[in-house]
């Protein structure tokens, strides 16, 4: 039976060999997993259809095309007394190669006690003028021998008289570096290469303009301090804010519906779901699962689904069904610190809104200044779509839910 690379999703025509859980010759049973395949989407897992030994085709490493045999189970194979499952089988990784030979600097000392220690310039200027080191005699710090002896050395010049050694607190010579350093060449994995021709594609596309406004964050830290235990021990994860902006996210939606549409050609295609992208930062790269009809959950459901997608993107097992179908995206720089930036729409959505850094500073409030945890937001948007206005009074949407949880609980 021949193993094949299936339909992995839309406009997706090659893959890549991840990983072969399974060795050359093991005997594999129904349903074992026998490759990793890559997508510029996801890592998706190939099992086997029936029981067999298994005979591999295409090494590990490989891209090859949906659609197409990388190896086959003998079913006829008889199954052996024990057998134990296999070790998964990674692609050899690529033996380093071995470091350049560190350079001599210490030529064999002749009877008259030349041949100190040799500076690589010098060194060079002796095999250059094929000039005989042992008859060099050096005038550095502890008898090395200079470029400057060495060319002394072949106009037959006198050696001038060594200086003294100058005291210990004087500023020492700078330490010579022999190690060579250069540039590593490493292949783009599938998913970094489609994370560049989609950034590439969202500024070649679209008219993308970005606007900002920043939140106060107390109200939110107020509800954490009042209900975050027992948010915890009810439903097994903590209240963050993201649960909340998605919340808020929607209440701007659906008041400006042309931040959640996207142009198709002539047409305007307005969604009536809110389905939202949420930037999540793996080992490979960027990924956007999407948690879905965010308008039908609660703020416990929308933080169990962002834990679980989050897990899955960690552990490489997010699939097709994970990644598609998303209206607009929420990414949090402030993770890594981020105080500000412009985020890059998620083709073919509209908007994107980036969080970021919760900073105290000093704030006006009421003819006072008072020190207040502060969030800056950027909205960027996809211009043809939407206008200034709207875009602006989305983000006032969203500052003003976060900013009054209650808002979002009645809907206005």
């Known amino acids: 039976?021949?193993?094949?690379?299936?339909?992995?999703?839309?406009?997706?025509?090659?893959?890549?060999?991840?990983?072969?859980?399974?060795?050359?010759?093991?005997?594999?049973?129904?349903?074992?997993?026998?490759?990793?395949?890559?997508?510029?989407?996801?890592?998706?897992?190939?099992?086997?259809?029936?029981?067999?030994?298994?005979?591999?085709?295409?090494?590990?490493?490989?891209?090859?095309?949906?659609?197409?045999?990388?190896?086959?189970?003998?079913?006829?194979?008889?199954?052996?007394?024990?057998?134990?499952?296999?070790?998964?089988v990674s692609a050899p990784s690529p033996k380093p190669s071995a470091p350049p030979a560190a350079l001599a600097t210490k030529p064999a000392a002749n009877g008259n006690g030349h041949g100190g220690d040799l500076m690589p310039a010098a060194r060079r200027l002796a095999t250059e003028s094929k000039t005989d080191i042992t008859q060099v005699e050096g005038t550095g710090r502890g008898g090395r021998i200079l470029k400057e002896d060495v060319q002394r050395t072949i106009e037959?010049?006198?050696?001038?008289?060594?200086?003294?050694?100058?005291?210990?607190?004087?500023?020492?010579?700078?330490?010579?570096?022999?190690?060579?350093k250069g540039t590593r060449v490493v292949p783009m994995t599938t998913i970094r290469k489609r994370i560049a021709a989609r950034?590439?594609?969202?500024?070649?596309?679209?008219?993308?303009?970005?606007?900002?406004?920043?939140?106060?964050?107390?109200?939110?830290?107020?509800?954490?301090?009042?209900?975050?235990?027992?948010?915890?021990?009810?439903?097994?994860?903590?209240?963050?804010?993201?649960?909340?902006?998605?919340?808020?996210c929607v209440e701007g939606l659906k008041a400006f519906q042309g931040v959640n549409a996207f142009i198709d050609g002539d047409n305007i295609v307005y969604n009536d779901f809110y389905n939202f992208g949420i930037a999540v930062s793996t080992e490979q790269g960027l990924v956007v699962p999407v948690v879905r009809d965010v308008d039908e959950l609660t703020l416990a459901e929308i933080e169990l689904d962002i834990k679980r997608l989050a897990i899955k993107a960690r552990d490489g097992k997010l699939g097709i069904d994970d990644m598609r179908g998303g209206t607009f995206t929420i990414t949090n720089g402030g993770v890594f610190g981020s105080l500000m930036s412009t985020p890059i729409l998620n083709p073919p959505q509209s908007g994107i809104l980036g969080l970021h850094k919760v900073q105290d500073r000093p704030m006006a409030i009421n003819g006072k200044v008072e020190i207040r945890p502060m969030m800056y937001i950027a909205l960027s948007y996809d211009h043809r779509m939407v206008d200034g206005k709207e875009a602006v009074s989305f983000l006032v949407k969203v500052k003003e839910c976060v900013e009054d949880p209650e808002r979002v609980l009645v809907g206005i």
């Open 1 to 88: 039976m021949d193993i094949k690379i299936p339909t992995v999703g839309e406009s997706i025509t090659e893959v890549t060999i991840a990983e072969w859980r399974k060795k050359d010759g093991d005997y594999v049973q129904q349903n074992d997993v026998l490759i990793l395949v890559e997508t510029d989407k996801a890592t998706v897992e190939v099992a086997a259809e029936k029981a067999g030994l298994l005979k591999i085709k295409t090494p590990a490493g490989q891209v090859v095309p949906v659609g197409s045999v990388v190896g086959e189970v003998d079913t006829n194979a008889s199954a052996p007394a024990s057998a134990a499952t296999a070790k998964p």
């Open 156 to 180: 037959g010049g006198v050696s001038p008289t060594k200086a003294p050694i100058k005291p210990a607190v004087d500023i020492p010579p700078r330490r010579e570096i022999h190690t060579e």
């Open 199 to 248: 950034l590439v594609e969202a500024q070649g596309t679209a008219a993308i303009l970005t606007t900002f406004n920043e939140v106060d964050m107390t109200a939110y830290n107020r509800l954490k301090d009042t209900y975050g235990e027992k948010f915890k021990e009810k439903y097994g994860t903590r209240l963050g804010f993201l649960s909340l902006f998605a919340k808020a």
